[in-house]
């Protein structure tokens, strides 16, 4: 474990001198002659899928290279949403132009069509060689100039045709790339449940994958799935010649019997389903004994419905898992349910289990794992260690070896509070990481809420009076229980950026109670025994201000060589005017929502909508090593995508995902 292996004090310069060697090192191994050249057969795509991230520190391109790539999601594979560039820094962040925008075919179709209307724009695009590829929320995928923004070549997938996807509606967050031998190919995951393949040079359909260069994700998953119930909304991972896939389920059932998350690996070539994990263990597999009574028959969900990361280089995928059916009742699903609410290692040829981890025993939160785990190799005196990091909802960050699946610091099960619902059988512990510790607030207590004036902490002891509240773990109840965090984190599903330079993990976070009331479920509508009521579903601080102090949303920075924390800052200005308002004095930054982050070798890059129209759309850059605020630039729209970077002809550009309703696009900043 890590705190074995680090016997002596590891500085920041020991760090980067380590890295360095062994960069050096790999680029002697791996890279004798250049990288970049152009497939012949294809001269706007690249070969290979550069910067490779076939192992987590993969042979970056320096900051002053002419082009380099965001081949993934989170950039590499292991979702570090790390680039090594340095043209932007905190110093010229003011001084960003509009370099282009890109208005998705969303907007025509909404005019003419309001009830397809989505909600925010999430999307993080890719960049390879001289291309952007993106998707939109009806389900668009198009290809882009990445200096211009103009449109290279479109494909509908005509997902809009099916009506309104289950969950958050039309809601979709990116593609995936392969290529392999001079074809490449674009794959992209829809809401309507569909997996399609693309050539990427010219966004046609591969008509040999699949039915006509798609295929129907509702087949294979050992039960028949009604469409409607199931989706896709997060970007593929391919290793290999395998693309793997996980879903999004219906969050709100009516009946025990959901369709399960099983996760699929499929031939990237064809089509064809290699292999399936069952996420609900079925008769005979490991895990199906804790689903008591055969709930594993039934069940379902248990879904992932956030990133997928892998190391090409040891073949694995690790996958984050959701919660089973129903959220807040398991009074149908007794025991604790596994692979819920775990991290899990598969083989990614063969879709076998090498190791799992589960954080949630018998899940009544909501606490699905929200987000890719981020693959870290930690520089350390006796060497680097292959390491996981996984964000959740509750506020902790669960780091494993990842080879092994050993916990890098010891993971305690600790006593948590009972369930008085009949038929409950709530897990009498949960797993508690004593390192690092929480990275936002955990549980409510009467310490924990506002306090600027004593007449608004009197007024928030007076709302939350009628509620069950305490440490976290605190089980839902007929009286109404108050989650801390709610559903909505902790963190969520834009995750956490690694540097690699510096073992710093940084995690936006946000606090965010919610109060979850249950109820006896109607025969004539349902067959749980208790459902969650609708009847309270959030709860308002005083005058309209947050229920607890500040922060309401910040960024720590984690030494994941230590495992503390090495700082934490607010998250812009959240309230802040609306506490002014109150005639209170300036308390400064209070934090709240942004997007995800985006890590370069100069600044972490954070964006950051408006708070109840009182202040700018803004793409902000924190120093890294001690987050204050370097320097920031107005956006034209709220942004919602994590922000993406790459180098091209020389120059850098950030482009982020914004708006929503009629007006979402795509906005590229540089330099002047």
């Known amino acids: 474990m890590l705190h074995r292996l680090v016997s002596k004090t590891v500085t920041g310069q020991h760090i980067r001198r380590l890295r360095a060697l062994f960069l050096a090192s790999l680029t002697l191994l ?16 690249p070969s290979s899928d550069w910067p490779r991230s076939d192992g987590l520190n993969s042979d970056w391109p320096n900051s002053d290279w002419p082009n380099s790539d965001w081949p993934n999601y989170g950039n590499n594979k292991g979702s570090s949403k790390f680039a090594p560039l340095a043209q932007i820094d905190g110093e010229n962040v003011s001084d960003l132009v509009f370099a282009w925008t890109w208005a998705t075919p969303d907007n025509t179709v909404v005019k003419s069509q309001p009830s397809l209307t989505p909600w925010s724009f999430k999307v993080t695009p890719l960049k390879v060689g001289n291309r952007l590829f993106t998707s939109t929320s009806l389900g668009f995928v198009a290809a882009l100039d990445p200096v211009t923004g103009k449109t290279l070549w479109q494909f509908d997938t005509q997902t809009y045709a099916d009506g309104r996807p289950t969950n958050l509606g039309f809601n979709h967050r990116g593609v995936a790339y392969w290529s392999d031998d001079g074809e490449a190919r674009i794959l992209m995951p829809t809401n309507n449940a569909y997996l399609w393949s693309l050539d990427a040079k010219t966004g046609k359909p591969d008509l040999s994958f699949g039915n006509g260069g798609r295929v129907d994700l509702t087949v294979g998953l050992g039960r028949e799935i009604d469409r409607k119930l199931y989706s896709v909304i997060s970007s593929p991972m391919v290793v290999g ?229 305490g440490p976290i773990y605190t089980p839902p109840s007929l009286q109404g229980t108050i989650n801390m965090p709610g559903w909505g984190g902790g963190a969520n599903w834009s995750g956490a950026a690694y540097d690699p330079g510096s073992g710093l993990f940084y995690v936006p976070s946000v606090t965010g109670p919610m109060v979850v009331v249950l109820k006896e479920g109607n025969p004539d509508e349902t067959d749980f025994r208790y459902v969650r009521s609708s009847s309270v579903t959030r709860i308002r601080g005083p005058k309209g201000l947050p229920l607890t102090k500040p922060p309401y949303g910040r960024v720590t920075a984690i030494d994941m060589i230590s495992g503390d924390h090495r700082w934490v800052v607010p998250n812009g200005d959240g309230p802040r005017q609306a506490v002014i308002d109150q005639g209170i004095p300036d308390p400064g930054p209070l934090g709240g929502r942004g997007t995800g982050p985006l890590l370069t070798e100069t600044a972490l890059f954070i964006a950051q909508p408006g708070q109840q129209g009182k202040s700018e759309h803004v793409l902000r850059a924190f120093d890294k090593q001690t987050g204050g605020v370097l320097g920031h630039v107005r956006l034209p729209a709220a942004p919602f995508g994590t922000p993406m970077t790459y180098m091209h002809d020389g120059k850098q550009y950030i482009v982020i995902a914004s708006g929503m309703a009629q007006d979402t696009k795509l906005v590229a900043l540089r330099l002047p």
């Open 241 to 469: 010649d395998i693309v793997v896939v996980g879903s999004s389920i219906m969050d709100a059932p009516k009946t025990q019997k959901m369709p399960p998350g099983h996760v699929r690996g499929f031939n990237v070539k064809t089509g064809e389903q290699v292999w399936i994990f069952n996420t609900i263990p079925q008769r005979g597999e490991f895990g199906s004994e804790t689903w008591a009574d055969g709930a594993w028959q039934y069940s379902g969900n248990t879904n992932v419905w956030s990133g997928i990361s892998a190391d090409p280089e040891l073949g694995y995928i690790y996958f984050p898992t959701g919660t089973p059916t129903n959220d807040w009742y398991g009074g149908h699903r007794v025991g604790h349910n596994l692979f819920a609410e775990s991290l899990v290692c598969v083989d990614a040829k063969t879709g076998k289990r090498v190791w799992h981890f589960q954080m949630i025993h018998h899940g009544l939160w909501d606490y699905d794992l929200p987000a890719a785990p981020t693959l870290i190799d930690i520089p350390t005196q006796e060497g680097v260690v292959k390491a996981v990091a996984q964000v959740s909802k509750q506020a902790f960050v669960y780091a494993f070896n990842r080879v092994t699946g050993e916990p890098l610091w010891p993971i305690e099960e600790r006593p948590v509070p009972p369930s008085d619902i009949p038929g409950e059988v709530a897990s009498p512990t949960q797993p508690f990481p004593t390192k690092p510790l929480p990275f936002d607030r955990q549980g409510l207590s009467d310490d924990d809420l506002i306090d600027f004036t004593p007449e608004l902490r009197q007024e928030a002891l007076e709302l939350v009076a009628p509620f069950r509240r």
């Open 30 to 45: 791996v890279c004798p002659m250049p990288i970049f050249a152009a497939d012949p057969s294809n001269s706007d795509l």
